[in-house]
């Protein structure tokens, strides 16, 4: 079960020296009135970027920000990114104000090796997620080769992450051949117990996993608003918790499956309800099939985080993609933090599957008492689901 193994090309391997290297990079970053709140994901990509710069490559750094959805949007270009790249490296970077045209191209040929370029913001162009063939052609003509360092979109057959690759010389960067390395183990041979955790606001985004979880793992502790379109599918009431009922023959065909293959579906005993989301909401605790009408669950309640803490504390591998609840908020934060402090003391192997539950992580203060925290939300999950990643596919042999 699960995907074939491939053998990826890896960087190290490819010749650099006096070469213009695309780098493709995730620097979707978060940026409150041009102060970025997080380089996390610039910080990842300065092994890959280094061991360039190292071997004597000119590189090309090129990233998409947010959604413009091909329109130029300012409060999205990559200055301030620029300007925090430089810090890190240490060394000028030279931001560009378009990725593509014959401005972007005298500019990077008039580089020498140990330039950085940034280009601008990759989805300023509706031609990137359309992976359109003359954009990843303006694109790839930018460099000699191309290394593909951003993990967070390899499920993504965009311009900047299938395009190039099949249009040059293509390789992965260290962190792709980290997080691959990583999630290989707990999709090929992961030790058992093994428990998915899943979470998150929608339950429409975890069906596709779930369905896959329920062949992988042995529990699936569902919490977040996952757990509310669950116990509705099941016939339980839940106040005015959103729930997706066009799901509900999805959902009862999943819990079928797991029956079938003795998979336990964990959901939650009590939640934390509230009129509305608000930082001063009122709030009580009460049973997940107890929630009064007006009222909506935004966490999960202490019972079912003892119950979720006593599971992860059996397991040996634990993989969680997916708030408990609407952790941003004080009066919701509990539950999100209970299950990361229960497995941060887990001797499990535990994986993070990036986004929210990264950033809810790190902000319970966690962040190095988990084995690994993909930088990835969406490609950690496809992954793990042994799903085809179409950007690593054109990295593998």
């Not at 990077?108 to 989805?123: H, I, S, T, W």
């Not at 079928?256 to 293959?261: H, M, V």
């Not at 969680?320 to 003391?345: D, I, L």
Request: hydrophobic letters at 45%; one cysteine or more.
């Amino acid at each position: 079960m699960g995907r074939e193994r491939k053998t990826v090309r890896r960087m190290q391997d490819a010749e650099v020296h006096g070469k213009t290297v695309i780098v493709r990079v995730d620097y979707n970053v978060p940026i409150d009135n041009g102060v970025i709140q997080d380089d996390g994901r610039i910080r990842a990509s300065l092994p890959t970027l280094g061991d360039l710069l190292d071997r004597g490559a000119r590189v090309v750094v090129i990233t998409h920000l947010g959604r413009p959805d091909g329109a130029v949007v300012e409060s999205l270009r990559l200055d301030p990114v620029a300007r925090r790249l430089a810090e890190l490296l240490e060394r000028p970077v030279r931001k560009l104000d378009d990725c593509v045209g014959p401005d972007v191209q005298q500019a990077v040929r008039a580089g020498k090796p140990g330039d950085v370029f940034l280009l601008e913001n990759l989805r300023f162009h509706a031609e990137e997620e359309a992976n359109d063939p003359a954009f990843s052609d303006a694109l790839a003509k930018l460099g000699d080769l191309y290394v593909d360092d951003a993990f967070g979109t390899l499920h993504r057959a965009h311009a900047s992450t299938v395009g190039i690759a099949q249009r040059r010389p293509a390789y992965a960067g260290l962190l792709v051949q980290q997080e691959i390395e990583v999630l290989s183990r707990v999709l090929h041979d992961p030790r058992r117990p093994y428990i998915a955790i899943v979470g998150g606001k929608k339950a429409a985004d975890k069906l596709g996993a779930l369905r896959d979880l329920v062949a992988r793992a042995d529990q699936i502790l569902i919490g977040g608003g996952v757990a509310f379109t669950f116990l509705a599918a099941s016939g339980v009431g839940v106040g005015g918790s959103t729930v997706d009922a066009k799901l509900f023959d999805d959902i009862r065909s999943i819990v079928r499956d797991a029956e079938e293959r003795g998979t336990e579906i964990v959901l939650p005993q009590d939640v934390v309800a509230a009129t509305s989301l608000a930082e001063d909401a009122t709030t009580k605790v009460v049973p997940a099939n107890g929630i009064p009408a007006g009222w909506s669950g935004f966490d999960i309640g202490p019972e079912t985080v003892d119950s979720f803490s006593q599971h992860i504390a059996r397991a040996r591998t634990v993989v969680w993609a997916g708030p408990m609840g609407a952790f941003e908020w004080a009066p919701f934060a509990a539950g999100t933090r209970g299950v990361a402090a229960a497995v941060a003391v887990s001797p499990a192997y535990s994986v993070i599957g990036g986004g929210e539950t990264g950033e809810a992580i790190a902000r319970f203060g966690f962040l190095d008492r988990v084995s690994f925290v993909s930088t990835g939300g969406g490609a950690c999950l496809a992954y793990l689901r042994g799903k085809v990643l179409p950007a690593l596919d054109v990295l593998s042999d």
